[in-house]
């Protein structure tokens, strides 16, 4: 394996592994941090993290979900939303983490 390859295969395993941490941390986020009063703690429960799986196109993907079944109804109303701000107040510390992250394996394999 050539020096290329490695690179190839250590970026693709960290950007799996980010991804799979991107989505952990905005779950996280949206269970510590929604606005809707869960008084039966549905809500907050069902939220969780997707794993990351590499698609057809080579891309990583992975996602957060709410499977109670009200969460499409308060994500959809912008005073109760809580996955889409829980994304945004978690994107610098992901962009940070990858960024070192890919630093590291660079710095590994050279």
Known sequence: MDVFD???AAVRETLRGSVADAAETIATEARNDHPYTDRSRALTESIEALPAVEAPDGRVVGG???GAEHASYLEGRA???F???AADRS???IEH???ARL???IAGIS
Do not use: I
Request: no cysteine; hydrophobic share 45%; net charge negative.
């Open 103 to 105: 630093r590291a394996e």
């Open 97 to 99: 983490d990858l960024d």
């Open 83 to 85: 996955l889409q701000p």
């Open 79 to 81: 005073e109760y939303a």
């Open 64 to 66: 957060v979900a709410a």
């Open 6 to 8: 490695a690179l190839d």
């Open 91 to 93: 994107e610098p510390r």
